[in-house]
């Protein structure tokens, strides 16, 4: 039972894992033929060539980044017993932040289960394992969460991208249960949302502080929510006061939802839906000369990949300038990336760049991330992906 594969790093390859960081890259360890032999998503135990014991990794040989890490102890045994260990950590870490039953669950490597996100809602789980070692713990995980939370239903979003780089296929699927809608509850609202329809695993629960701050800017004020998707934040300034409250997004099903949500929150009278690709809407808008107290702008991510950048810091400055011509003097602008590979300087120039060819003084209010219930791994600061800047212009 404890016979796990032993990896070995080349000499003088083990500087960045002794310093902590919790990946160990293909060029880093001695790949030979048995090594290769090893199945993807394998637990190993991996040392230096200097005999220091480094704990127990998952493996995948097909990939750049060839192993990640479980444990520091050697001695681990990443079984059931083990899964369930990490998952009771996460959820007492949720229940201290005090939002326990709607929640990011676990945010991979910083809750020690690299590749792994995990999203409660309630008594529906939805999970994303983004590397062949979760793929293969898939079943250990599920049977962790069955004896720690009971939930009603389980399934996998397995539809990320990134999956590729791993050699896996994309799915998404019923792990436990029979059907996958699900209630989201915040700001005293109730959401609805389809976790096998919608995007992601269904809700973005990165941005729940920066709704609330938008929402306390929101009492009597007229606001566009763009890539509203199922109106986190629109909803919520509603419910916070707003006068008139428009959702765009290009998904009339995520629309729906919205508008649903809004009508079992009595809000329909001042919330109104726009489906339309939102930077043409947005052009339109301005040609209209029509304008909002508030503009929030929350797109998904522009940069799928490095070269990518380029092209994503451009739509980024155009989303800006757009979202500041539509904004009255004296109202505020929140504007968001997901994009892990846009740095946040590089997003914040981009934006301002934006404002001014908009031809708009502004003021810079405060610079987000994500909640606390995303933490990040203080040797992966490239993993505290969610850049916002919330700004009032003249």
């Excluded at 006061?241 to 998904?251: E, I, K, P």
């Excluded at 929140?334 to 760049?353: G, K, N, R, T």
């Amino acid at each position: 039972m404890n016979e796990l594969p032993n990896l070995r790093l080349l000499p003088g390859r083990d500087r960045r894992v002794k310093s902590g960081h919790p990946w160990a890259f293909s060029n880093e360890i001695v790949m030979d033929a048995a090594v290769r032999a090893i199945p993807p998503g394998s637990a190993v135990r991996l040392a230096g060539d200097d005999g220091v014991k480094h704990g127990i990794w998952q493996f995948n040989p097909h990939s750049l980044i060839a192993a990640r890490a479980l444990d520091h102890d050697a001695g681990a045994m990443p079984d059931a017993a083990w899964f369930l260990a990490r998952l009771q950590a996460a959820l007492a870490l949720r229940e201290r932040l005090g939002v326990a039953r709607f929640c990011r669950l676990v945010h991979a490597e910083a809750d020690g289960l690299p590749g792994l996100i995990v999203d409660r809602f309630d008594d529906v789980i939805a999970l994303q394992a983004n590397t062949a070692g979760m793929e293969a713990a898939t079943p250990l995980i599920v049977e962790a969460l069955l004896s720690l939370l009971n939930p009603r239903s389980i399934l996998a979003r397995n539809d990320s991208p990134v999956r590729a780089l791993e050699g896996l296929a994309l799915e998404t699927k019923l792990l436990h249960g029979t059907q996958a809608r699900a209630r989201v509850e915040e700001g005293g609202l109730a959401f609805e949302v389809d976790l096998l329809a919608g995007q992601k695993t269904g809700w973005f629960f990165d941005q729940r502080d920066n709704r609330a701050r938008v929402a306390a800017l929101a009492p009597g004020a007229t606001l566009l929510d763009a890539f509203a998707h199922t109106g986190g934040f629109g909803l919520l300034a509603a419910r916070a006061g707003a006068s008139q409250v428009t959702l765009l997004d290009r998904s009339q099903p995520a629309l729906d939802l919205a508008m649903a949500s809004a009508a079992a929150n009595g809000l329909e009278g001042c919330v109104t839906a726009m489906r339309a690709e939102a930077l043409e809407a947005l052009e339109r808008m301005v040609g209209g000369q029509r304008r909002f107290d508030i503009v929030v702008a929350d797109p998904p991510a522009f940069a799928k990949s490095r070269k990518d950048i380029p092209a994503a810091l451009r739509a980024y400055q155009r989303l800006a300038r757009l979202c500041a011509q539509l904004v009255n003097p004296g109202g505020f602008l929140f504007i968001a990336s997901c994009s892990h590979h846009a740095a946040p300087l590089e997003f914040a120039a981009a934006v301002a760049e934006g404002v001014w060819k908009a031809k708009r003084d502004a003021r810079l209010l405060g610079s987000y991330g994500a909640g606390p219930d995303h933490p990040v791994h203080p040797q992966l600061p490239e993993s505290a992906y969610l850049k916002a800047q919330l700004l009032q212009l003249r």
